[in-house]
C-alpha cells in the first residue's frame, strides 16, 4: 500500500507545476492532461484492487467507481464548471458509502458532520458575492454538505472507533486460489498441469490436525493433494471467538512443524513444510504449505482484512 501511495503522491508532485504551466502559457490540452494524470493513475490502481484482487468487496469497488468519476470532474471542471462540479459531488458521495460500510453510524459521527457542515457552509455564504449565478450557490452549498460527510467518514474511519465486523467469503476466497493457481477436484475437468486436491474430513481431518474438528467454526476449509508426495496443503477457518482462531492457529502450526521435521519423509516436501505459512487475522486463521506462492497467498489473505 505505501509504495502504491508513495507513487501517486510522486506522481501529482511531478504533474501539479506542468498542469500550472500548462494554464500560463494557455495550453488546455496539457494543462488538463497533467491535472487528470494522477487521478487516472490512482484509478488503475484501484480498478486493479477492486476487479482483480481476491476478496474484493463493494468498498474497493465504490473507491474505483469515484475515482473514475472525480477523473471526468477534473477536465470538465476547466470546461463546464456546473458538470464538474456535480461530478465531483458524485465521487464524494461514492467515497462517502464507500467509508460507511467500516463504520456504525452514531450520534458522535452526527456531531462531527454537523461541525463539519457549519465551518463549510459558513465559508461558502461569507464568499457568495462572488458567486455569479444563484444556482452555483445552491450548488455549492449540496457540495459543502458532501464535503463534510466525506471529511466526517474519513476523520472516524482514520482515528479507528467501532467499526463493523467484515464477513469474508473463505469459499470463494478459496476457490480464487484453486483457479490462479490450478488446484482442480474433477479430474474430469482438470488440466494436465493441475494439482489435483481433495477435502480433509472427519478421520482424515483429525489425523492431520488433531483436534481441529473440536474447535468452534463458522467456515472451514481444509484441502490436500490426492498424491501425498506433492506439498499443497491449505486451511482455512473462520472461528467462533479470537481465543478459537489462536488454538486453530497453534494445532495448524504443530502440523507444519511436524511435517518439517520429518513427518512429510522426502527432503523437498519437508523444505517446502519449512517454508509454510499460518496466519492469523482475528477470528480467521489459515495454513499455506505450497511451492513457491506461501508467501504469495499469505498476502492475499490478509489483503481480504485490509
Known amino acids: 500500500m505505501i509504495p502504491i501511495l508513495a507513487t501517486v503522491l510522486l506522481t501529482w508532485a511531478l504533474c501539479m507545476p506542468l498542469h500550472f504551466y500548462g494554464k500560463k502559457q494557455k495550453n488546455k ?9 494522477p487521478t487516472i493513475m490512482a484509478a488503475m490502481f484501484a480498478g486493479y484492487a477492486a476487479l482483480f484482487l481476491p476478496g474484493s468487496d463493494d468498498y474497493a469497488r465504490l473507491i474505483f467507481l469515484g475515482l473514475c468519476v472525480c477523473v471526468f470532474a477534473d477536465v470538465l471542471l476547466d470546461i463546464r464548471f456546473e458538470i464538474g462540479g456535480f461530478l465531483f ?13 467500516y ?6 459521527c452526527l456531531t462531527v458532520f454537523v461541525i463539519a457542515a457549519a465551518v463549510l457552509e459558513i465559508f ?25 460527510a466525506l471529511l466526517t467518514m474519513g476523520l472516524l474511519t482514520a ?24 488446484w482442480a477436484e474433477d479430474a474430469a475437468s482438470s488440466g494436465e498441469e493441475d494439482i489435483m486436491m481433495m477435502n480433509l474430513e ?5 489425523g492431520s490436525y488433531p483436534g481441529l474438528a473440536d474447535v468452534a467454526t463458522k467456515q472451514l476449509i481444509a484441502k490436500a493433494p490426492m498424491i501425498s508426495a506433492v ?60 511451492a513457491d506462492h506461501e508467501e504469495e497467498i499469505a498476502e492475499q489473505f490478509n489483503a481480504l482484512f485490509a
Not at 89 to 101: C, I
Not at 258 to 268: D, K, M, R
Open 29 to 37: 490540452v496539457l494543462s488538463l492532461v497533467f491535472k487528470a494524470l
Open 103 to 108: 463504520r456504525v453510524l452514531s450520534w458522535w
Open 159 to 182: 482515528c479507528g472507533g467501532k467499526t463493523t465486523d467484515k464477513t469474508v467469503d473463505l469459499t470463494a476466497f478459496y476457490n480464487t486460489l484453486a483457479e490462479e493457481y490450478g
Open 231 to 290: 506439498v499443497n496443503e491449505i486451511v482455512l477457518a473462520e472461528c467462533g471467538t479470537e481465543e478459537d482462531a489462536a488454538t486453530a492457529a497453534s494445532i495448524l502450526q504443530d502440523r507444519v512443524d511436524a511435517q518439517a521435521e520429518g513427518g512429510a519423509w522426502y527432503p523437498e516436501s519437508m523444505e517446502t513444510w519449512s517454508n509454510a505459512q499460518v496466519v492469523q487475522n482475528g477470528t480467521y486463521v489459515a495454513m499455506i504449505a505450497t
Open 202 to 206: 472427519g478421520d482424515m481431518l483429525e
Open 124 to 148: 461558502v455564504y461569507r464568499y457568495r458575492d462572488k458567486v455569479p449565478a444563484r444556482f452555483i450557490l445552491l450548488g455549492l452549498q449540496i457540495y459543502a454538505l458532501a464535503l463534510s
Open 89 to 101: 459531488f458524485l465521487g464524494h458521495v461514492l467515497y462517502v458509502l464507500a467509508l460507511s460500510r
